[in-house]
Structure formats: C-alpha cells, structure tokens
C-alpha cells in the first residue's frame, strides 16, 4: 500500500491498460527512475549539450571582465598594506628604542652616506623595512631615544602609482598624523 492507500501495482495494471507504459530509451522522456509502473516521463530533468556550451561561454565572458578588475584590487590592497606597514614603523619607533634601550635614528631611503654617518654617531640606525617600489623621504634625520621619546620629525611616503603621502610625526610618542 501507498500513502494514499492505493495499490501501485493496481495502478500500473490500470496504466497499462490505457496503453501508457511503454518505456521510451532517450531523450527528454526516459524512464522515471522512482516510478512502480516504469512509465515514460515527460519532464526530466537534464540539460543539453548547447546549453551547457552557452554556459560555459558566458561564465567565460564574465572572467574576461571581472579579472581585470580582480587584479587592481589586490594591487591596491597590497599597496595600502604596505603603507600601512611603513606608518606602524614610524608609529611604533619610540617603543622599539625603549625595548632595545638603544638610540635610533631614521634617515630617508634617498639620504646620502655622509648624512647618515653625521646623524647616526652615537646612535643605531633604525632598521626601517621599506617594500619595493616605496621611498621614504625624511625632511631631517628623526631621533628616538632610548628611554622611548621620539623627537618628531617629517616623513613623506612615496610610490609610483600613489600620490605623496605626507607624516607629520608629533613629539614625544611619534604619533602618526597624516596630511
């Protein structure tokens, strides 16, 4: 007994008296799978060969589109990372010279050997990480001294494919202020 509480092989019998079971091999009316009576069905499920192609070549024209797209966005968020690394640098210098105990000095990327000697005696030169493809600029060699006080200074951040971003480093903390 079914759920209804008819007999299916009764109904089968009925169906096959009408002449409805004869099964069809292909096509959109194969054979049901879950039906007792092995009755064609006219509505199964599938897709054709044509319209998987025109799938495929639409997902295909959405990639075109979207990668490009895709690309400068991680670049940009790598970009801004980056920058973002540099100004926690600046920002954490005062601690980094409190913790070594050492007195440090920040010179520009561009800065000369003969500057940097001058700055740095009696002084480390802070190991600053620059990525590729930044500059930094700084006006005058900045300073932060052992017991955490930072001098202050100007700092200005470049990139290629960026417009100048220019820090205003405030004393005592070298707190980030950008302008």
């Not at 801004?80 to 000095?105: C, I, K, P, S």
Request: proline share 7%; net charge negative; aromatic share 4%.
């Amino acid at each position: 007994m079914d759920v209804l509480g008819t007999n299916p092989s009764r109904q089968c019998q009925r169906a096959s008296a009408a002449g409805r079971d004869k099964p069809v091999p292909y096509g959109r009316d194969r054979i049901r799978r879950g039906d007792p009576c092995g009755r064609p069905n006219g509505d199964a499920a599938g897709i054709t060969l044509i319209e998987l192609l025109v799938v495929l070549a639409l997902l295909g024209v959405l990639a075109a589109v979207a990668l490009p797209n895709f690309e400068r966005l991680t670049a940009s968020v790598t970009r801004e990372t980056e920058r973002e690394h540099l100004l926690n640098q600046f920002a954490e210098l005062g601690a980094a010279a409190m913790l070594d105990g050492l007195d440090y000095v920040v010179v520009g990327t561009d800065a000369p050997d003969e500057d940097v000697a001058d700055a740095s005696v009696g002084r480390t030169r802070y190991p600053l990480d620059v990525p590729d493809g930044w500059e930094v600029l700084v006006d005058e060699p900045i300073l932060a001294r052992a017991n955490g006080v930072c001098l202050g200074g100007s700092v200005t951040l470049l990139h290629d494919e960026l417009e100048p971003l220019h820090v205003q480093l405030t004393a005592p903390f070298c707190r980030v202020d950008a302008t």
